[in-house]
């Protein structure tokens, strides 16, 4: 196998693990995401009003002689919308991060799908090795040590292994085009 191909799949691979971490962290963020939406509508709807509704209910105290007790109730509807309103404006905000978070995590995923795909393909062994080498950032003799195989037999098993994905993921084909060009 070329260098340059093992370095390149190499490249790709640690990449993958990479996205991984995103995903997983993503995922996470998404989940807290959920939650604060969950909170904040059950906020609101605890408020139990709706811009100008609370005004409604007191027009008849509003349009009054400016007691103590029409600005007390004017104070409190103010402080209510206002409440709604901000309440609102945070549901709109986590919303949105909601959404471009989804849509990210759409974009991610599919970039790991073919990897996946070769992943499930591997031979357990050669999955334990993908995993400690590009997840864990392992030497192959301490993936050696931990399997009780040599440095060497690790290091044999790895080359195959990148092969195999380079060729299922076509990345020579791919650095052939991309030295013409």
Do not use: W
């Amino acid at each position: 196998m070329r260098d340059s191909l093992f370095r390149r799949t190499e490249g790709v691979l640690f990449k993958y693990a990479r996205t991984k971490n995103i995903i997983a962290r993503t995922e996470v963020e998404i989940d807290e995401l959920e939650r604060q939406i969950a909170m904040l509508k059950l906020q609101l709807s605890a408020c139990h009003a709706e811009p100008g509704s609370a005004v409604a209910n007191y027009s008849g105290v509003l349009g009054g002689s400016g007691s103590s007790t029409s600005t007390a109730v004017e104070r409190a509807v103010i402080s209510a919308e206002t409440r709604f309103a901000r309440l609102s404006d945070r549901l709109s905000r986590c919303q949105f991060k909601l959404d471009l978070k989804l849509f990210r995590l759409c974009d991610l995923r599919e970039e790991t799908v073919p990897i996946d795909y070769v992943y499930q393909t591997l031979e357990e062994i050669d999955q334990h090795i993908f995993v400690q080498r590009y997840f864990y950032s392992r030497t192959n003799s301490a993936i050696g040590a931990q399997l009780n195989y040599t440095e060497g037999t690790i290091r044999l098993r790895r080359r195959r292994m990148i092969l195999r994905i380079a060729q299922a993921l076509e990345i020579e084909r791919y650095e052939k085009t991309t030295i013409c060009v």
